[in-house]
């Protein structure tokens, strides 16, 4: 017998499932071949889309998922393709 799928797991955005792991600052910076300070005053001036996860006092941390990081590069027209 055939499995069912839900449809929400198994949704393909550029490729990608919607449940695959979200990226780290380091992992968009890399790609894009920028610092991570770049990428987090992208995610603080609202133009690249990022889960914040606050940690009480200490710094927040953020994750991508790799279908916004695809919109950003989309939007702005960035030249660098990000694998």
Known sequence: M??????????RV?????T???LTTRDCAERL???TNFIV??????RLRALVIRR???RSMYRI??????AYL???????AAS
């Not at 005053?41 to 609202?46: A, L, N």
């Not at 998922?65 to 695809?70: G, H, Q, S, V, Y």
């Not at 989309?74 to 660098?80: D, E, S």
């Open 20 to 22: 695959d792991p979200r």
């Open 65 to 70: 998922a790799p279908a916004d990081l695809n």
């Open 56 to 58: 009480g006092r200490r």
């Open 41 to 46: 005053g992208e995610i603080r001036d609202g």
């Open 2 to 11: 055939r499995e069912r799928r839900s449809e929400s797991t198994d949704a």
């Open 14 to 18: 550029d490729g990608r499932r919607e």
């Open 33 to 35: 071949g920028v610092s």
């Open 74 to 80: 989309r939007q702005h027209r960035w030249t660098k």
